[in-house]
């Protein structure tokens, strides 16, 4: 399979084709340049294509035991964020490895400088296991290092914060996590291997201990940015390390992306909890009075999903 790259390429608006897609541009107003939240007919591709900006990591021809692909379009009894539709990613420890680890992940377009990400988490019946899972990950050029740069993860029945550069590998662990219910993140980074570089994290509208603004190096030195990934990457099962469990369920929802220009409140899942006004970061922008997908009403964890 061959990924689509557009190195640095910007997340810029216009073509009437991509608002249908969901992807939002609004003259004169601070808006996500990348919405990917399911509502438009044009995301929901899943399992044939990736949404449009996106390419798949995934198999489209697998069908699991119980008749699931490794990805498709959710909606009600299936967990969904808030509209009608989320993204479900299963992954079986047989699946056949794709680009080189066992994976059913969404790959978005290569960022730099400064950029704001939201999105939420369902980790569905998820049983505590001594090898890692990626959920979310920002991945840096293929041919530069190993491990990405950041990444949440999960071990042990908790959350993981992984960073990872040139002679720099650290996971900060951030608590247990709650299986069946949404988990909202807001992730505000400027990318730097130096010492300007930003880290902010907010978990379900708190800011993560360790990175409530976490100064200094934060990526690979290559000036190519970095690319976001969503779904399920479970490396320690092409690896062949021990895992106490064969099967796992994500579903994921209420992307966001925005450049310097963002705020906490432009990417924020909808209808989450907001951060209290100390702790909103003070290099943050006005949000718009109302965000592209202001239609959209929270709703909470719903009937568990196959």
């Known amino acids: 399979m061959t990924l689509r790259r557009h190195m640095k390429k910007l997340l810029t608006l216009g073509a009437a084709a991509t608002l249908a897609a969901g992807v939002v541009a609004t003259a004169g107003a601070a808006e996500p340049s990348l919405i990917l939240d399911w509502e438009s007919e044009g995301q929901r591709t899943l399992p044939d294509a990736a949404p449009p900006d996106w390419a798949k990591e995934y198999d489209p021809s697998i069908r699991h035991d119980n008749g699931e692909p490794q990805a498709r379009v959710a909606k009600a009894p299936d ?13 079986r420890k047989d699946d056949p490895a794709i680009n080189g680890g066992t994976r059913s992940e ?6 730099d400088g400064e950029q704001w990400y939201g999105f939420s988490t369902y980790l569905k019946d998820w049983d505590p296991d001594q090898a890692s899972d990626i959920v ?6 293929w041919d530069v290092g190993s491990s990405p740069p950041l990444s ?24 247990a996590y709650e299986t069946n219910k949404w988990t909202d993140w807001v ?10 570089g930003v880290l902010q994290i907010w978990k379900d509208g708190k800011p993560v201990e360790g990175f409530e603004d976490r100064k200094g190096p934060n990526t690979y030195n290559d000036d190519r940015g970095n690319y976001m990934k969503i779904g399920i990457y479970k490396w320690p099962w092409s690896q062949g390390k021990p895992s106490d469990t064969d099967r796992r369920v994500l579903f994921h929802d209420e992307v ?19 951060p209290p006004a100390a702790d909103k970061p003070s290099s943050g922008k006005p949000s718009s009075a109302d965000k592209a997908s202001a239609d959209k009403t929270a709703s909470g964890a719903t009937a568990a999903g196959r």
Do not use: C
């Open 136 to 141: 979310t990950q920002w991945h840096q050029h």
């Open 187 to 196: 992730i505000h980074v400027k990318w730097s291997s130096g010492d300007d």
């Open 106 to 111: 969404l790959s978005g377009d290569f960022l």
């Open 256 to 274: 966001r992306v925005m450049g310097e220009d963002g705020s906490y409140e432009a990417v924020a899942p909808a209808g989450g909890t907001p």
């Open 152 to 175: 949440i993860n999960t071990r042990k029945g908790h959350w993981e914060i992984s960073q990872n550069r040139e002679d720099h590998q650290e996971q900060t662990d951030l608590g």
């Open 79 to 91: 967990p969904v964020r808030a509209g009608e539709y989320s993204s479900r990613f299963e992954l």
